[in-house]
Each structure stands twice: as structure tokens, then as C-alpha cells.
Nanobody, 119 residues
Framework: QVQLVESGGGLVQAGGSLRLSCAAS????????MGWFRQAPGKEREFVAI?????IYYTDSVKGRFTISRANANTVSLQMNNVKPEDTADYYC???????????????WGQGTQVTVSS
């Protein structure tokens, strides 16, 4: 059974930092894009950052603040610096064969980890 497990979420003050991690198992994802999406209450799930091979993409709202890294084929992290209240959301790790900005392009998902940023 393929499984993606996120960790590292929690409560953090605006301007602070948080590091999310995702560990995948059940298969190798060396040829898959892996990345992060987030969903705030009452809003659509949105792309945050992805990495595939040496290509990295961020949504505009996190550029310069968040950094995605991939330690190996099945492990991806998101370093969140200078967080803002609007970063509050459930963060999901995802893997897909092509990557992209649309959630439906990803066929494996973690259960999510909650990030709450207080002002």
C-alpha cells in the first residue's frame, strides 16, 4: 500500500518558521514529482510547491519565504519562513507522474498536517 505521511505542522506566530516533512512508502517515487498543496477552511485546495528531478516551482505567494527540498526519491520537506496568517491551512503532501499545479494531476496524497499562524 502506497502511503504518504506528513509531519511538522502546528501553531506558529506570524514571522516565525516551521518545517514540514513528508515520507512516502510502498513504491519508489524517483520518477514522480512530489510537492505540497494546502487548503484553508472554506477555500479550494491550492498548489504551494513541487519538485521533480532538478525542477522546482512555487506559487507566487510563498516565493522567497518557503523552500522545498527533496532528500531522496521518497522524502520531501517544506521549510516555511516568515509565515503569515494567510498561510494557515491544512498542508498535504502529494506525488504525481507529471507534476503541475492542479490537484487532480496527483494520484497519491498524504493525510494532511495542520498549520496555524497567529498574528
Amino acid at each position: 500500500q502506497v502511503q504518504l505521511v506528513e509531519s511538522g505542522g502546528g501553531l506558529v506566530q506570524a514571522g516565525g518558521s516551521l518545517r514540514l516533512s513528508c515520507a512516502a512508502s510502498g513504491r519508489t517515487f524517483n520518477d514522480y514529482a512530489m510537492g505540497w498543496f494546502r487548503q484553508a477552511p472554506g477555500k479550494e485546495r491550492e498548489f504551494v510547491a513541487i519538485v521533480r528531478y532538478n525542477n522546482i516551482y512555487y506559487t507566487d505567494s510563498v516565493k522567497g519565504r518557503f523552500t522545498i527540498s527533496r532528500a531522496n526519491a521518497n522524502t520531501v520537506s517544506l521549510q516555511m519562513n516568515n509565515v503569515k496568517p494567510e498561510d494557515t491551512a491544512d498542508y498535504y503532501c502529494a506525488a504525481g507522474p507529471t507534476g503541475g499545479l492542479i490537484p487532480r494531476l496527483y494520484n497519491y496524497w498524504g493525510q494532511g498536517t495542520q498549520v496555524t499562524v497567529s498574528s
